[in-house]
């Protein structure tokens, strides 16, 4: 696809035209999506003073609202400064040096997916799920 590059850097992204986004959403639609997808536009989000131009699509099934998220690269880990710290709170963090992450562009729902529009969209049907306990609690009772 023509302009992919663009999606893969949100800066670069923000500030492509949205005639060049346009054109990314509507390419992604037929390359991934086939015809279970609308373009509905772009809404801005803002956090921390950084604000964010996201394409908004609408599944025709479910009529559920999804958002594309542009690919981007960022920090994780602990900066080499906290290493360095011998307090017993940060040494329990065991937390890897900083490095860099690559996440893909993506799409994600709005809002939360019940299990009625899971399997509208093609998924399995819960009734048969097994629910095992993810979670283990190491607290005492």
């Known amino acids: 696809m023509e302009n992919q590059h663009i999606l893969e850097n949100r800066e670069n992204w923000n500030a492509a035209s949205e005639e060049i986004r346009l054109g990314i959403a509507k390419a992604i639609l037929e390359e991934k ?9 772009f809404e801005k989000f803002a956090c921390q003073g950084i604000e964010n ?13 999804f958002h594309l998220i542009p690919g981007d690269h960022f920090p994780m880990g602990a900066q080499a400064q906290w290493h360095d710290i011998q ?22 729902s709005r809002f939360l ?29």
Request: some cysteine; glycine content about 6%; charged content about 25%.
């Open 87 to 108: 307090d017993e709170y940060y040494m329990d963090l065991n937390e890897a040096c900083e490095f860099l992450v690559k996440v893909s562009p993506f799409l994600i």
């Open 113 to 141: 997916v019940t299990q009625e529009a899971w399997i509208k969209f093609g998924g399995g049907d819960f009734s048969s799920f097994q629910r095992r306990n993810l979670f283990h609690s190491t607290r005492r009772k």
């Open 53 to 65: 131009t996201i394409a908004v699509y609408q599944h025709r099934a479910t009529e559920m609202t």
């Open 33 to 41: 999506c086939g015809e279970n997808f609308d373009v509905l536009g």
